[in-house]
């Protein structure tokens, strides 16, 4: 039997385009757990949201975080949700905002 390809959101496929263009950072979790790795590293550095955090938990395994003004949130749930994420939007929309609020 032939197999089904699996459907791709649109919307999924659009926010991942818009994170490729946000900083990344590479991290390794050691011993702590990833979510916790990822936020000792965010603190540490200092990095300014937005930022897209991918921490190594072992050699097969790797977790994504994206650093938003609003916290730390998976990036499959970015990806999915990226309009509720002001920091994701088209330089160009944001200049249309800044515009009509004026």
Known sequence: ????????????QEGRK??????QFNIDSGED???????KFIHSSGILPPALLLVRRNEHTTD???WAEKGLFGAQYVEENHFLFPSLKPPEEKLEAV????
Not at 18 to 23: F, G, R, T, V
Not at 99 to 102: E, F
């Open 1 to 12: 039997m032939a197999r089904r390809r699996k459907r791709k959101s649109r919307r999924r």
């Open 18 to 23: 818009i994170l490729e263009h946000i900083p």
């Open 33 to 39: 757990k990833p979510v916790t790795a990822a936020r």
């Open 64 to 66: 994504r975080y994206f």
């Open 99 to 102: 515009g009509a609020a004026r």
